[in-house]
């Protein structure tokens, strides 16, 4: 049998069989052995390792290399029974005997030749596959580095998101804690407003009772003077005092005046600073206790001087009652007689 070219309907109706042989036969050897059989006896192809495992793509490189020299040891085998049968003329057992030994010597040569070939790809195979060996191994550190890199990171990461939870908790708490103190400021202007509202009602009914208690002096002071304006008509013995006692009274009206008119007016500016305390009291609670501390002192310092105003109201109308009602002597009025002479009237 000599080999011969293969062409496409060759190759299609090879890969047809062979697909056959492995749905028969699923043990490797056995099949690599049956390809060897279909290419040499069915397509008169020389099996090669190559194309045993081109067509078979099972196993290593080795078990196709293995059973192409058993193919061949058990072929010689069977070709020297053959030939060794005693019917056989003895030219025909030559022609046969060098016709195997051709075959034998050509497989044998195509067989080291591919082992050759094999050896060699396989030394290539061995240095692409510790080339990515290295590279696998360089790549494993590399990644173990990067692991390493992005584990740091990723613990980073949880620290710094621990760090952010906690910062969120404290500022969660803070919050809490501001509202709270804002709560409490809002609930503290409350009451300092409803306080404020208690003294400027207190402060409107002091101030009423003051201007009334002045006006009462105002009237029994008029009244005073008046009085003592007939007493003195009718008492000219007492009118200096009277006038002096007028003038006086007229000028402790006009400082009661004008201590009511300066009362009034540090009323009005207690009033603006009560106002712009209120007022700065949104920002400052605190501020609202010295303003109402000021109040305080405000209403105690004219209640010191309406009891002193009342204690000279008090003085002025015992001065009026003491001029109304002299104490002095009267002086007895003295009568001249003349002694009476006769003859002295004509």
């Not at 069915?42 to 078979?56: F, S, W």
């Not at 019917?87 to 030994?101: F, G, M, N, R």
């Not at 939870?165 to 409490?184: F, I, T, Y």
């Not at 007022?279 to 405000?298: N, P, V």
Request: with cysteine; aromatic share 4%.
């Amino acid at each position: 049998m000599s080999a011969s070219p293969e062409s496409p309907p060759l190759d299609t109706a090879l890969q047809a069989d062979v697909a056959a042989l492995r749905a028969r036969f699923t043990e490797t050897r056995a099949l690599y052995k049956e390809v060897c059989g279909l290419l040499f006896f069915r397509y008169g192809i020389t099996p090669t390792a190559n194309k045993l495992y081109g067509l078979v793509r099972k196993g290593s490189m080795g078990t196709p290399t293995e059973v192409l020299a058993q193919f061949w040891q058990e072929l010689r085998e069977k070709t020297r029974v053959k030939i060794d049968h005693p019917e056989l003329p003895d030219a025909l057992k030559q022609i046969a005997a060098e016709a195997v030994q051709t075959i034998w010597q050509s497989a044998n040569e195509a067989a080291a030749a591919e082992l050759a070939a094999l050896r060699a790809e396989t030394r290539l195979q061995a240095a692409d596959a510790e080339a990515e060996r290295d590279q696998a191994k360089a790549a494993r550190v590399a990644a173990e580095e990067e692991t390493a890199t992005v584990r740091a990171a990723l613990e980073q990461a949880r620290l710094a998101e621990s760090a952010r939870q906690g910062e969120l908790e404290a500022e969660k708490q803070a919050h809490a804690a501001s509202r709270a103190r804002h709560e409490a400021a809002q609930q503290q202007i409350a009451a300092l407003e409803r306080q404020l509202l208690e003294l400027r009602t207190q402060f409107s009914q002091e101030l009423e009772q003051m201007r009334e208690q002045v006006r009462l002096a105002q009237e029994r002071a008029t009244a005073s003077e008046r009085r003592a304006l007939r007493e003195i008509d009718q008492e000219r013995g007492a009118r200096q005092a009277a006038e002096k006692a007028a003038a006086e009274l007229r000028g402790e009206l006009a400082a009661q005046q004008g201590r009511a008119q300066q009362a009034a007016l540090e009323a009005a500016e207690a009033r603006a600073a009560l106002q712009a305390e209120r007022d700065a009291a949104t920002k400052e609670a605190g501020a609202w206790k010295q303003a109402c501390a000021e109040a305080d002192a405000a209403r105690q310092a004219l209640h010191g001087e309406l009891d002193e105003t009342r204690r000279r109201a008090e003085r002025e109308r015992a001065e009026a009652a003491a001029a109304r009602h002299p104490v002095a002597p009267r002086r007895p009025v003295a009568v001249r007689r003349t002694k009476f002479k006769p003859g002295s009237m004509t």
